[in-house]
């Protein structure tokens, strides 16, 4: 008896410790490889591309479990949803089924537009699923509005990727049509969102007009570009349209990257701040920012900043943010000049 105790002691920590090494990418994939195939499959239409992958990529990994981890993973599932609740899933459609079957869909899509939250498109979310290359064969084979709205709805870093691939006019192209976007009408979006997945879309589908683009946008995706290229786009965008291309240029460099200034060249641009200046614009600084802008300094002098802050009363958004501008365009004279130095995103600053 004591020897088959100990023995099934034995056998029960060895299993506890197998169910330790369990991770949740493993518990996961013994779930994904419980359920049926369609189940499995509306589970994965959930997921992002990345999610997806190393869920796969774990349901391999997990082929060999014995009895004892897959009841371990089973009960580390049912901990986990003790807790929750499937009342907010798929919420809004339940929401919109009602009020559509109680008010007729006219009635109730205008009463909504009051009161429901704004849903985002799921076009971003489709162009996750492509691939760079195949993404620029498709904004080469539309015309320059959409491919627009496809760049805009796609992050800074797949875009930058993705430019790289189509001729340096379109990239120009693309970014000014990026920055001075309109609102983009429900039936655009839905001719979009057609188009990536091969089928038109149903009444139910079509979302309402949204403002996407910007000058914002723009400015993020060239800063992912290498240095020489988007030094091309903005010196292509101030022939097409020079306000425009400054405006991108001047998004590019915002007052929270100069954090990326080493120390001594942020004293070098604070030196030449007027205090008048520096004090409204520290007001809209992160606490990291502040903390390496006074290290830069004397602590005389970053004291002498402090106690102004401290005693000048809050100020308006307006005046911080204009107060950020002159910071900004004193560092940008001096990157030019070449007296201090900073990289940022994809392109540097010299």
Known sequence: MAEAAIKDGKNANENGQQLELMTGKQTAAILMLLFDDEEAAKILERLE??????????????????????????????????????????????????????????????????????????????LKWISARDLAELVQNEPPQIAAVLVSFMTP??????????????????????????????????????????????????????????????ASIVNNLPKQMSQMVLKGLAKRNRQIGRQIEDEMFVFADLMNLSSKDIGTVVRKVDNAILVPALRGASSELKAKIFAAMSQRAAETIQDEMDETPPQPMEAVLSAQKGVIEIAKIMIDSGEISMTTGGADYV
Request: no cysteine.
């Open 49 to 126: 591309p990345e999610e997806a992958e190393m869920l796969g990529e774990a349901m391999f990994s997990v082929a060999d479990v014995d009895a004892e981890q897959i009841d371990g993973s089973l009960n580390r599932f049912l901990q986990l949803v003790k807790t929750q609740t499937t009342l907010a899933y798929k919420s809004d459609e339940k929401v919109g089924r009602v009020f559509r079957q109680a008010l007729g869909t006219p009635r109730a899509e205008n009463m909504m537009n009051r009161f429901a939250p704004k849903r985002p498109s799921n076009i971003a979310s489709l």
């Open 157 to 218: 870093e797949a875009a930058a990727e993705m430019l790289q691939l189509v001729p340096p006019e379109l990239q120009e192209e693309l970014i000014y049509r990026v920055a001075t976007l309109a609102p983009v009408s429900a039936h655009a979006l839905a001719q979009i969102h057609a188009l990536l997945e091969d089928n038109g879309p149903s009444a139910e589908e079509i979302i309402p007009p949204m403002e996407i683009g910007g000058v914002m946008d723009s």
